[in-house]
């Protein structure tokens, strides 16, 4: 099975970017669709972005469109979550996952990072 290991989280100020990482080893993740889930204080765990297996296809929760970009290197092993434009609602610990079904459905997402937090101040 595909282990994940998430990095590149840390305390920034409102309108900095950050970029995760999310190295996998075990297994190849061209198997797999990717994601980036997050889970805030007192919230429960939300799906930010997907990314199918080729690259060719994302999905981004409404809230991030337009500041977040999923990508991915399958060369590497590693998929990126570039956040931009950061805001303080984006507080949460980030979690990477892989999915060997569809990158959009949810349910599919059964191997999980640790996390990396993120943390944003006003």
Do not use: H
């Not at 984006?90 to 079904?101: E, F, K, L, R």
């Amino acid at each position: 099975q595909v282990q994940l290991v998430e990095s590149g989280g840390g305390l920034v100020q409102a309108g900095d970017s950050l970029r995760l990482s999310c190295a996998a080893s075990g297994r190849t993740i061209s198997n797999y669709a990717m994601g980036w889930f997050r889970q805030g204080p007192g919230k429960e765990r939300e799906f930010v972005a997907g990314i199918n297996r080729s690259g060719g296809s994302t999905y981004y929760r409404e809230s991030v469109k337009g500041r977040f970009t999923i990508s991915r290197d399958n060369g590497k092993n590693t998929v990126y979550l570039q956040m931009n434009t950061l805001k303080p609602e984006d507080t949460a610990v980030y979690y990477c996952a892989a999915s060997p079904g569809s990158y959009y459905s949810i349910p599919g997402y059964g191997y999980w990072g640790k996390g990396t937090l993120v943390t944003v101040s006003s």
